[in-house]
């Protein structure tokens, strides 16, 4: 995966978000920088605001709701009805909270990540880092308050 090749340049380094609201935004703002064949990593303690970033993201590509966590079943595939200005026609939201890297790798991860028409969207991805590709979007959400989050975009 060529991930400097498949974002926009002018993604933002950094946010300061005040609610829930604005985490989404700023998801949502997101969707015009990513590319097909992308793998955007969420690093933040429980209850950072991840799964509520991912949701703007989702909203931004008009993916069908309901927008859950898939802490439990691990990979939630949304498959758009419409592809997104950019080409993306399926969205993998995954979650490694609860498992390690060698089952992760048997439920599919690398053909999330082969797929020329997805995005990769993954919490909790230090836990199976050693599977990781090199080249990635790394955000890490960080609480500064009850509402507010700082959010730091890395492109890798």
């Known amino acids: 995966m060529g991930v400097s090749?498949?974002?926009k340049e002018n993604m933002p380094d950094s946010i300061l978000s005040h609610s829930a609201e604005e985490t989404r935004a700023f998801?949502?703002?997101l969707v015009?920088?990513?590319r097909p064949g992308t793998l955007v990593t969420f690093e933040g303690e429980l209850g950072a605001g991840k799964t509520t970033l991912i949701q703007g993201i989702l909203e931004g590509?008009?993916?069908e709701r309901p927008y859950v966590s898939p802490t439990f079943?691990?990979?939630k595939q949304y498959d758009?009805?419409?592809p997104s200005p950019t080409g993306i026609r399926r969205?993998?939201?995954a979650d490694a909270y609860r498992v390690g890297e060698k089952d992760f790798k048997k439920l599919g991860f690398d053909e999330w990540c082969a797929d020329p028409e997805g995005a990769v969207l993954l919490e909790w991805p230090e836990r199976i880092a050693s599977i990781l590709p090199e080249k990635k979007i790394s955000v890490t959400l960080r609480s500064l308050?009850?509402?507010e989050r700082e959010i730091l975009v890395e492109t890798k």
């Open 5 to 7: 090749a498949n974002i």
């Open 27 to 29: 998801g949502s703002s």
């Open 32 to 34: 015009a920088s990513l």
């Open 61 to 63: 590509l008009r993916a």
């Open 73 to 75: 079943v691990l990979m």
């Open 80 to 82: 758009l009805k419409a």
């Open 91 to 93: 969205v993998y939201h």
């Open 145 to 147: 308050s009850e509402t």
